[in-house]
């Protein structure tokens, strides 16, 4: 198996940081290619960063002063990322640490492998309120017509690469928030990179930083900017 650094995101994540964070240490307690576990502190208000300090050394730790979004930490900790693959995960466990070795097993033949809900082979655990599914076939409707990518579930938080080709993709990322996932994929394709795809077993979690106004309106409004951003460096 090719050796593994797990990035996490967090941001104001004192209430649930803990149970997650233990799940991953101790599947790389049992699993020798897992090297590296990443958690970035997303310019947190609360105590999330005095609560990851208890980790070290068990754990490395990105941390800057003034929240800057979820794209920017992913980028942050892919960039400090040591080993050959690296993989990025949401902080609310909603992708469990057991789906891990499908993903670098997948990487043993494609630079960059995603995670989807959508296939016939992922498992749901828990679905998404009507309205949240609504708002995410829209978003990724209009992803796929406004980019052209084949990613069918832009917006899931579990995406893997080979080390060279992610910080490659990383160090030209300019979103900073949720429309990050199209503009990888994006970059991708424009890099030539292949792009696979795995299903997973995914149980949602309610998120309260992203709510269903700031998912149908600003993410569109996102997407519209980096496709402009996009056209004008080409």
Known sequence: MLSLTVVVPAYNEEKRVVPFLEELLDFKKRNSYFKELIYVNDGSTDSTLEILEKYRPRIKIVSYAKNRGKGYAVKKGMLAASQETIVFLDTDGSTHADQLPKMVKALEKFPLVFGTRKSKESEIVHKQP??????????????????RTGVNDALCGFKGFRNREGKAIANK????????????????????????????RW????????SLGMTSMTMIRDLLKLKFALMKEK
Do not use: Q
């Open 130 to 147: 009507p309205s949240r599914i609504i708002a995410s076939w829209v978003f990724n409707m209009i992803s796929r017509i406004l980019f």
């Open 173 to 200: 990322l300019v979103s900073r928030r949720w429309v990050f996932d199209v503009e990888m994929a994006a970059r991708a394709r424009r890099m030539g990179f292949d792009i696979g795809f795995v299903p997973i």
């Open 203 to 210: 149980e949602h979690f309610e998120d309260a930083k992203m």
